[in-house]
């Protein structure tokens, strides 16, 4: 049972959404007992069956007026014993309302008052228990987001001890130094976030970093989908009333990067999502042709997978079908002199590696086609700078990684504008431009012209 609930809790993703759910369904069971009871009482039974019809749309109100007062907000607001009241009296309000208009639910004022004490009770009573229940779950140290702490020594002290005191949604599982007068260490923090597997950023000290500094944390923070929280000062927690406590035993202020395009990003999950699943689907029949070919014409494994650079310097397995012999990686070191790319990348246009068939695929672009799986596994977008391998990562500049601030594709303006025809400082160049001006409207044309560029072979080798 304990592997079961650490496993659970482990998809921190779910866990509101779930949270949501089990505090819908006890306000739902809360209302149809307060019902049940008040019309068994006073009708026995019979009024229950009267109202049946209408249960729907009462349930739909009860929920909404629940929302409404963050009763499935964070713990801090749903545990508020006022708002579940103001709730039930809004909620018992309404169906007053409803019942004088439709009369024939039998249900009159004192009915409806009686429902929605007990439904208060129920209500109450099964929240309590829901939130020890996630207290103890806390205390035997499951289900915690593993947190790492940032600042100087004494003010992530401080907050270690606090959370060591009361335990509650947190566990520190790193730590990371504040120096006077510099940075964060990104590079740093980014190593220590793919160690531990940190879902979480406390930061103490935020006032000391710039506004360029400042911003490139949270942008780094959000492509990793890593939440950041401040310790506030003093002079925040005086003037400031957006201050949340998570759990913690101390006041934490949850911040974001900016987010005035959230929607269009949630619509571009959304192509990704349906376009790779249906390209996966329709080109099914292809696939397992190209596969049968590769394993049959060439000894080794149908897929290529090699380790790649992807959204702030996180590596990621990205598939493509082999095109080349299984030494191929091997034998890279003796054609180094050879390359004929500039920059960071290697390019042949006649590799010796490549095989009869990989040559085929290569020119309509099919051995990028298994990247549709990473692109439903949330490493990539159908639209985005092309990942480069580690190999190509090491070899660039400051200049040129601020490429990753987004995510990677599998086409690109790069693939568009003539893919390896181009210098390398011109796919720098057009990733940039691409980050800069993107809207989901721009990758619906690169979308588009992706096509058109395939079936020309433009810079395909």
């Not at 921190?12 to 306000?27: E, H, K, N, Q």
């Not at 260490?185 to 406390?202: H, I, K």
């Not at 298994?370 to 200049?399: C, H, W, Y």
């Not at 979308?447 to 080798?461: D, F, M, N, S």
Request: hydrophobic share 45%.
């Amino acid at each position: 049972m304990r592997r079961i609930v650490k496993r659970t809790l482990g998809f921190y993703g779910m866990r509101r959404p779930l949270s949501i759910l089990i505090l819908a369904l006890v306000d739902v069971l809360a209302l149809f007992a307060g019902l049940a009871f008040a019309g068994y009482l006073v009708g026995g039974g019979g009024r229950l069956a009267q109202i049946l019809p209408l249960l729907p749309i009462m349930v739909v109100v009860w929920i909404a007026v629940f929302a409404a007062h963050d009763l499935y907000d964070r713990a801090t607001n749903r545990r508020n014993p006022g708002a579940l009241i103001g709730a039930v009296l809004w909620g018992a309000g309404l169906l007053v309302f409803g019942s004088a208009i439709y009369e024939e639910s039998g249900y009159g004022l004192g009915e409806v008052l009686l429902a929605s004490a007990v439904a208060l009770l129920v209500s109450g009573g099964l929240r309590t228990l829901y939130e020890r229940m996630i207290e103890r779950i806390y205390r035997r140290g499951l289900g915690r987001v593993p947190t790492i702490l940032v600042g100087e020594p004494a003010s992530r002290t401080r907050v270690r001890d606090v959370m060591e005191t009361k335990p509650g949604s947190y566990a520190c599982v790193g730590e990371m130094d504040l120096p006077d007068g510099g940075g964060v260490d990104l590079a740093g923090l980014r190593t220590m976030l793919d160690r531990t597997g940190a879902r979480n950023v406390v930061l103490s000290g935020a006032e000391k970093l710039g506004d360029a500094e400042f911003l490139n944390l949270l942008r780094s923070m959000r492509l990793r989908k890593v939440r950041v929280e401040l310790v506030p000062g003093a002079v925040t927690l005086m003037g400031s009333t957006p201050v949340l406590s998570e759990n913690m035993g101390l006041p934490l202020l949850e911040v974001g990067y900016p987010r005035l395009d959230n929607t269009q990003r949630a619509l571009k999950r959304m192509l990704d999502v349906g376009g790779s699943a249906l390209g996966l689907l329709v080109l099914s029949p292809l696939l397992l042709g190209v596969a049968a070919l590769i394993k049959f014409t060439s000894p080794g494994p149908v897929f290529f997978k090699q380790k790649r650079v992807g959204a702030d310097e996180k590596v990621f397995l990205c598939y493509k079908f082999r095109s080349m012999y299984s030494d191929a990686e091997a034998r890279q070191a003796e054609l180094e002199a050879k390359n004929e790319a500039d920059g960071a990348i290697f390019k042949m246009q006649n590799d010796p590696r490549v095989t009869p068939i990989g040559r085929f695929i290569r020119r309509w672009s099919i051995d990028e086609l298994p990247q549709l799986i990473n692109v439903l596994r949330g490493e990539m977008s159908l639209v985005g700078p092309r990942p480069l391998p580690i190999r190509d990562f090491e070899k660039m500049t400051a200049r040129h990684k601020m490429r990753l601030a987004a995510i990677p594709g599998c086409s690109g303006y790069w693939q568009i504008s003539g893919r390896s025809n181009l210098s390398f400082e011109d796919m720098i160049r057009l990733d940039l431009y691409y980050i800069e001006n993107w809207s989901l409207g721009l990758d619906v044309k690169i979308i588009l012209k992706t096509v058109h560029a395939v079936i020309r072979h433009e810079g395909a080798y």
